[in-house]
């Protein structure tokens, strides 16, 4: 129950990086875990060279910001057995402080959760069933948002846009790739490609203007029943917002219950390798 628990809880955080099919924590109206894949074996790729122009220019620019926040409107499918398809719906704000600072929250039909990770420590907290959980992980956000899913099984929305190389995170991959226009995002002129891969397909949309920034994401789970869907429309980037320490501080609510989780408590006794071996 508590490994369950820890599970949803951790996509309140900010990624598609999903291996393979998506992990059981999508259960209990929780958002398929976005999901590009990043260890299967690409094969043949065939990607139009300006779609990967594109993605390569919003790499980049995301790359290079020291800090950043966004707010993104999430849709996603749930397809219970015996019931018909549901459409649930979030709101998720991220910020980030690179190398080693991220924290998000997010509210909606399904998930009302916080997520703070200050370097060492990443802590999570349900709104709705006033718990928590918190242990040590890597010290980078790379290694921080890899570590959940290798030791949990769950990755987080959006969290490939978080990454130190989206492009290689999310490309890496693709087996078919092409440019579709100019289309528009709620009012933003756009760039919009598509990608397949082996499990999934997804689309991107990248600001067309002089800031090649992500503007809305969409991706189909073509492997899993009724092939449930995931959009997400970021509808603020902000690279001038404040994110202070203070940001990154978690403090839980008095009333709240501290749940301990296995993969997180075994962390506390020892440092993950990565974290040893750069002292």
Not at 6 to 25: D, M, N
Not at 46 to 57: I, P
């Amino acid at each position: 129950m508590t490994r369950y628990l820890f599970a949803i809880a951790a996509l309140c955080a900010v990624g598609l990086a999903c291996r393979g099919t998506a992990p059981a924590a999508t259960a209990a109206k929780e958002a398929p875990p976005p999901a590009i894949e990043p260890d299967l074996a690409a094969g043949s790729t065939l990607v139009d060279a300006r779609a990967d122009e594109l993605m390569r220019a919003m790499s980049a620019r995301l790359a290079q910001a020291e800090s950043f926040a966004l707010e993104a409107e999430e849709t996603y499918d749930e397809v219970p057995e015996q019931s018909p398809r549901q459409s649930l719906a979030g709101i998720r704000r991220v910020a980030v402080r690179r190398p080693d600072r991220a924290w998000g929250d997010a509210t909606g039909d399904a998930v009302n959760r916080t997520f703070v990770y200050d370097g060492t420590t990443l802590s999570v907290y349900d709104k709705e069933q006033n718990v928590w959980a918190s242990g040590v992980v890597p010290p980078t956000i790379d290694g921080a948002l890899d570590w959940a899913f290798e030791q949990t099984g769950t990755v987080v929305p959006l969290a490939d846009f978080l990454y130190a190389d989206p492009y290689a995170r999310m490309m890496g991959s693709v087996q078919r790739g092409v440019y579709l226009g100019i289309h528009d995002v709620a009012g933003v002129p756009c760039h919009h490609l598509s990608f397949e891969q082996a499990n999934i397909d997804w689309q991107i949309w990248i600001d067309a203007g002089r800031d090649p920034l992500p503007r809305k994401l969409t991706i189909a789970y073509k492997t899993e029943d009724e092939v449930p869907q995931y959009t997400a429309v970021i509808r603020k980037w902000d690279f001038k917002a404040a994110v202070p320490d203070s940001l990154f501080t978690f403090a839980p609510p008095a009333t709240a219950t501290r749940i301990e989780v296995p993969a997180m408590a075994r962390t506390q006794t020892a440092q993950p390798v990565e974290a040893q071996e750069k002292k």
